[in-house]
């Protein structure tokens, strides 16, 4: 109630703002994938370019370290007592005694591209990953969530589940698969595989006419039928000799194009839209030689990859209060931003901004003795007698004897 409100006596009716209104309407509701993920599953599984382009993403995210820093002022963890050295265990060597830390990135990477979201369990000593098929969310209305519950028989508390969502214009408790916008397209791609498949599985023999100029009754058709699928079978390949008598004919029920069996065009540009809507330019997946590959590469990491480490970057650093960044300098794709970055921290360091040591630790490197003080560039006025302080060296005079 706003005050002059209550100043002037009016009493009005409490409205919830948009996000206390949609965990209302979902209190006491179990949310489990709002999407029939078995769908994306067997695209990734079936279709070449779905799994190629997913595990290209998979990898190349998983590959991205993290450096663990100091911890986050003005922020409350969820869990506070825990170390940094801990933390740098969990997220870039071991984060449980069963999986290394890439077999484990790679579950979550997964699930973020097929479900939309990642689930992870902390037992107050290691990480585990929870598939999020088999995830549901209790809501409620005062804390947002009640609990999770993995299959239906195991519960978890809040603050033991790091829940990390792909976007969603639709709900707050869970998050929308890359691959739905390309549902339509993989559908198309199922169908055009599976026109070929039947087709083959037919003998590659189109659709057939048999025309007899007289009436014939519904036992001779029948008889007719068995005596040519007997002879001429598509499926065991029986290609014995036909006669045909009584005038009956054969016709094709439609004219096949073998050419245009293969759907080259359709599953291209098919392909194309199932990449685009993953994020990767599509000349990635092309094997020639192309000038254009390295910036695409280049751009592909700045668009997609560290977008999504990024989700997880942020979820880790709110659950554990420390600072993560993510370590590009083993990426070849992003070393070029690196070289950029080298000769703006160099000019930063002539022009006495910052010292030699401040600008290696941005780069990641190791500090080196003797360059912890500024320098101070020669077309600053100073002490003539100390050119580290600027200015030009005082020339000595040259002396009687050297003349």
């Known amino acids: 109630m706003a005050w002059y409100d209550r100043f002037l006596g009016i009493e009005r009716e409490e409205k919830l703002n948009p996000s206390q209104y949609v965990i209302s309407r979902d209190q006491g509701l179990t949310i489990d994938s709002r999407e029939n993920i078995n769908n994306y599953r067997s695209a990734y599984e079936k279709l070449e370019v779905v799994n ?20 986050i002022q003005g922020i409350n963890p969820i869990k506070k007592e825990i170390r940094r050295t801990r933390v740098d265990l969990l997220l870039n060597k071991e984060p449980n005694p069963f999986q290394d830390v890439s077999t484990f990135k790679r579950n979550l990477l997964i699930d973020l591209l097929i479900d939309g979201n990642i689930f992870v369990y902390y037992d107050g000593a290691h990480l585990y990953h ?23 028989s195991i519960d978890y508390l809040p603050s033991e589940i790091i829940h990390i969502k792909e976007n969603s214009f639709n709900s707050i408790y869970r998050g929308v698969p890359r691959l739905k916008p390309a549902f339509r397209t993989m559908q198309l791609l199922f169908n055009m595989r599976n026109f070929q498949d039947n087709f083959f599985k037919n003998g590659a023999v189109p659709g057939l006419v048999l025309k007899s100029p007289n009436t014939l009754s519904e036992k001779i058709k029948e008889r007719m039928l068995q005596a040519w699928v007997a ?72 668009e997609t990859i560290l977008p999504i480490t990024n989700k997880i970057k942020y979820a880790f650093e709110r659950y554990f209060g420390f600072k993560l960044d993510e370590n590009i300098a083993g990426i070849p794709a992003l070393q070029p931003e690196l070289r950029d970055q080298a000769s703006y921290f160099a000019t930063l ?21 003797g360059f912890d003080k500024p320098r101070v560039p020669a077309n600053i006025a100073g002490s003539a007698a100390n050119p580290e302080e600027g200015g030009r060296p005082t020339e000595t005079p040259p002396s009687e004897e050297n003349k």
């Open 231 to 302: 002879r001429y079978n598509p499926t065991s390949g029986g290609r014995r000799p036909l006669f045909l008598d009584g005038g009956l004919e054969v016709e094709n029920l439609t004219e096949i194009n073998f050419k245009n069996l293969d759907f080259q065009e359709g599953i291209a540009s098919n392909e194309k839209i199932i990449l685009e809507a993953l994020g990767i330019p599509p000349i990635l997946m092309d094997s020639g030689n192309n000038a254009n590959i390295r910036p695409n590469h280049r751009l592909y990491y700045l």
């Open 52 to 71: 190629r382009a997913v595990n290209m993403i998979v990898d190349d995210s998983a590959e991205v370290p993290f450096d663990v820093g100091q911890k």
């Open 130 to 152: 929870l598939p999020a098929e088999h995830v549901t969310i209790h809501s409620d209305d005062r804390t947002y969530v009640e609990k999770y519950t993995y299959d239906h």
């Open 349 to 369: 360091v002539n022009s006495g901004i910052m010292t030699p040591n401040e600008a290696r630790e941005a780069l990641r490197l190791e500090e080196i003795t």
